[in-house]
């Protein structure tokens, strides 16, 4: 009886190890679709949105405590489209795909409205903060804005999950996408951005900011587009989805009973309550050019290449719970340093321009060493706790689960949104102001803001990670389970499919 019981486990453990074999030696995504994955990800950061805080505060011009009362407005639409919306998602089931359709049929709407968006000065001009039509105008496309790219975010969020049920084929994506990337120009527009207003705020050229921002933004938002959209029609969806169709309850049940996803929703819940604004405004105002930024990620932009060579042998050595926790740890003792190197000489070494920048300049040098690790980890964490959910729960529910993971959040990033507009007012930013001419007590509190504060308010996000339960034995057994469990249903699906199209 016991020869056979240990023969049964060694049958099953071959079975496994060939599974994972089998997962792990197999890639599915060819090169076209590669070349094209590499452009949409590119096109996530081929944007100026680093400056969209100066382009409300001192373009379009809305003031503060309106743009605070419609944050809340625009935030509780939100909410209620992403509950419906990720249900209707979640319940697609055509040939082309469950995500593919609102991808395909979602980005040009998506383009049009992001475009009259950014051309809003041409319809305004230098109209004031609380302008009727203004803010109905901003406020109608917000909110259309928002709708469409619910439909988008959440599919693609579920999407980028489905292309290869290799997880090693997905790391190597991941990998090669934020290597790449930056060779192929994505930060170029905000580089371009900021020396332009760095030039025009100095008056060495005569053009007007407003016009600036109507070109680059309509632009790059175009040409962004248009590569998401070859991706969406060059790649497929390969994870097979379970024939039912989940319910809403199982959805907002998945949040509860999917372990990783619950701890990183409340990692995400708990640094949520950090409260920030970009180094942007503070080297705009405080330090005089932006253009400073770009400056000093030159010594440290190799690191960053250099740092994705890290990756695989790290991932061998330390799980991705070690690595999750370090790099909170590190980039927080990082800021700190800035900050109290800039409380020095009276708490006036903040204002003074090289020092700031050889400091900053040393903070993105290490910074960088670990970015590639970060990168990868961060974006496939997501990617393991929705394998995590199908080999638990028998069906994948990306879109329900994203949302019921995003509700939360969003409630509160709503009410911290209009509490950061609000402190914007309350530290006595004044909007519309020439560069460099906010009072003394305002500049301290944009530097404090962008190093300090958000490190001290989102501390508490890294508790979580201590629970993350997916270790690497655990993650094998996890892999050789779904392997098994994904050539059945494969089969189940497309006999369900055609049975269903008769």
């Not at 453990?13 to 076209?32: D, F, L, S, T």
Request: charged letters at 20%; aromatic letters at 14%.
């Amino acid at each position: 009886m016991s020869e056979n019981n240990s023969e049964n486990k060694s049958t099953v453990a071959v079975e496994e190890e060939q599974n994972v074999r089998y997962y792990e030696g197999h890639n599915y995504v060819g090169v076209r679709e590669t070349v094209a994955y590499l452009f949409n990800d590119w096109s996530n950061s081929f944007n100026i949105n680093a400056f969209s805080e100066r382009y409300i505060w001192d373009i379009v011009n809305i003031d503060f405590t309106v743009s605070a009362a419609m944050n809340l407005v625009t935030a509780a639409w939100d909410i209620v489209n992403d509950t419906f919306i990720s249900v209707i998602v979640d319940n697609t089931r055509t040939r082309i795909g469950k995500f593919r359709p609102y991808l395909v049929g979602m980005q040009l709407p998506l383009t049009i409205m992001s475009i009259f968006t950014w051309l809003l000065p041409l319809f305004f001009g230098t109209t004031s903060g609380t302008h009727l039509p203004k803010l109905i105008y901003y406020y109608f496309f917000a909110i259309v804005n928002e709708t469409a790219g619910t439909f988008t975010s959440v599919a693609k969020s579920g999407y980028m999950s489905t292309i290869t049920p290799n997880p090693n084929e997905r790391i190597r994506l991941i990998t090669l996408a934020e290597l790449l990337t930056g060779y192929m120009g994505e930060d170029l527009p905000r580089y371009i951005m900021g020396v332009l207003i760095d030039l025009v705020n100095n008056k060495v050229v005569k053009w007007k900011l407003s016009s600036v921002f109507m070109v680059m933004g309509g632009a790059t938002a175009l040409i962004s587009s248009l590569c998401t959209f070859w991706f969406f029609l060059e790649s497929k969806e390969r994870v097979p989805q379970s024939i039912e169709k989940p319910s809403v309850k199982e959805g907002m049940k998945a949040i509860f009973s999917n372990y990783p996803v619950l701890l990183m929703c409340l990692s995400e819940f708990l640094g949520n309550f950090s409260i920030s604004k970009s180094e942007t405004n503070y080297f705009i105002d405080v330090l005089g050019s932006y253009s400073l930024i770009t400056l000093l990620n030159i010594p440290s932009s190799m690191n960053g290449s250099i740092s994705y060579a890290f990756v695989a042998p790290l991932r061998k050595r330390f799980s991705s719970k070690s690595l999750w926790i370090f790099n909170d740890v590190y980039n927080s003792v990082l800021s700190i340093g800035v900050f109290l190197f800039g409380m020095t000489k009276k708490k006036t070494m903040f204002q003074k321009t090289i020092p700031m920048c050889i400091a900053f300049g040393i903070k993105e040098w290490f910074v960088k060493w670990s970015w590639g690790v970060s990168k990868v980890i961060n974006a496939d964490l997501w990617n393991e706790a929705m394998d995590y959910c199908e080999w638990k729960n028998g069906y994948r529910m990306e879109a329900t689960t994203g949302v019921a993971k995003g509700l939360i959040l969003k409630i509160q990033s709503a009410l911290l949104g209009s509490v950061t507009s609000l402190i914007m007012k309350k530290i006595g930013y004044v909007q519309g102001l020439e560069i460099g001419t906010q009072n003394d007590r305002t500049k301290f509190w944009e530097f404090a803001l962008c190093t300090i504060i958000p490190t001290v308010t989102g501390i508490l996000r890294i508790v979580p990670k201590f629970l993350w339960p997916i270790s690497r034995q655990k993650r094998e057994w996890m892999y050789a389970e779904l392997s098994e469990k994904r050539q059945t249903s494969v089969m189940g699906y497309a006999e369900s499919f055609e049975k269903n199209s008769d």
